[in-house]
């Protein structure tokens, strides 16, 4: 439940306000600093018409030069969520030839399942399917909800990438093709998530509140931040920040070509990510996602500030899918109803307060002396 102060202000062009972030600015017309940002990225990143069609063409004829030799030229991710399933989809447009990597966490739903089973096999694509160890993954949610931090989501995307650039190497892959995007994901307060690839932060906090050793997590350490992608050159590419992703549309599609189902929400194809994201963020952190989503659109011109309200005031949550929710996730974990009420109250922390990747020259002050030289071997990206 949002609670609203006295000094309430939104943005008069979109959703976000004083209680999606405190931190909030606005102008002397109430245009928040998120509407700014969106339009600085959309005029540095989005490309439009020809330009972006010649970008997409250049991008995936490097692709297929680069993979010409192998069996793959390029690696994905495949949740069945919209963004991964249009990146699929796409990939088979340009005439590239993907490898589809799905990460299997053990909360996938039945839809998802099925949504990427459709996806594959209409498209032809061979599918990878990484299984990660549940007892040591059950183990590391617990220890995040025991920390009491706000991106519990940090650990699933941390494994995500570093298995995609793991068999990327191991396979001699030189592209991934992700699905992050200016035009649905740009706006993301500060306060709602934590960097994705600090395996230090996540041994932090597994140290701490962790039970079990973590002998196969796949973390993304030197050997892929500096190995992978740094000397072998194995680089990430957002295709759709070169094409018109209109959200609405792309479903449509997507629907019509492959059989794909709606989850009804963002990432809803998970669901644990479905009850993180409409009972645990609004329930403690009183963060409603919806609204940077919604922001989103509506700064690209794919949705009315009047429509996204009447979407905010629909409940964030099916009442009879939470309790479905509910149930299964506390027998997952292994929780009384009482031992996950008491991780819910305890008090919000940093993943600050836990140990957290520093630059090079920190952690190791021996080598301040040598950083020009190291930076130039290995460039910040």
Not at 45 to 62: D, R, S, T
Request: glycine share 6%.
């Amino acid at each position: 439940m949002e609670h609203i102060d006295q000094d309430y202000q939104q943005c008069t062009v979109s959703v976000m306000d004083t209680i999606a972030d405190p931190s909030i600015r606005f102008d002397e017309k109430g245009i928040s600093n998120y509407y700014y940002a969106y339009k600085k990225a959309e005029a540095g990143i989005i490309l439009h018409g020809e330009q972006a069609k010649a970008k997409l063409e250049a991008i995936a004829n490097e692709i297929k030069e680069a993979g010409k030799n192998q069996p793959y030229d390029c690696i994905m991710g495949l949740s069945g969520g919209v963004d991964s399933t249009y990146i699929a989809y796409l990939s088979k447009q340009l005439g590239l030839r993907p490898l589809a990597v799905h990460f299997d966490n053990g909360w996938n739903s039945e839809l998802a399942v099925q949504n990427i089973e459709n996806i594959v096999n209409r498209l032809g694509i061979d599918l990878f399917t990484y299984v990660i160890n549940w007892e040591e993954f059950r183990d590391l949610q617990i220890a995040y909800l025991k920390a009491s931090v706000v991106d519990i989501e940090a650990i699933t995307d941390h494994a995500i990438f570093a298995t995609m650039y793991r068999l990327a190497g191991e396979r001699k892959i030189r592209f991934i093709l992700s699905g992050t995007n200016v035009q649905t994901e740009q706006t993301l307060p500060s306060s709602w998530i934590y960097s994705k690839t600090d395996h230090i932060n996540i041994k932090s906090i597994h140290k701490r509140y962790g039970t079990l050793p973590l002998k196969t997590f796949p973390f993304m350490d030197a050997k892929v931040k500096r190995y992978y992608q740094q000397i072998i050159g194995i680089q990430s590419v957002s295709l759709l920040n070169y094409v018109d992703y209109n959200k609405k549309r792309v479903k449509e599609l997507i629907q019509n070509e492959l059989g794909w189902r709606d989850y009804g929400g963002k990432h809803y194809e998970s669901v644990w990510t479905r009850f993180y994201q409409g009972y645990i963020l609004p329930t403690k952190f009183n963060i409603d996602k919806r609204k940077a989503h919604l922001s989103d659109l509506i700064f690209g011109g794919q949705l009315s500030k009047a429509e996204a309200i009447e979407e905010l005031e629909k409940p964030i949550y099916d009442s009879q899918q939470f309790i479905i929710d509910y149930e299964f996730v506390l027998k997952k974990f292994g929780f009384s109803a009482e031992e996950f009420d008491a991780l819910m109250k305890l008090p919000p922390r940093s993943h600050y307060d836990f140990d957290y990747e520093k630059p090079i020259d920190i952690r190791y002050p021996i080598l301040k002396p040598f950083k020009k030289i190291y930076r130039t071997f290995f460039p910040v990206k």
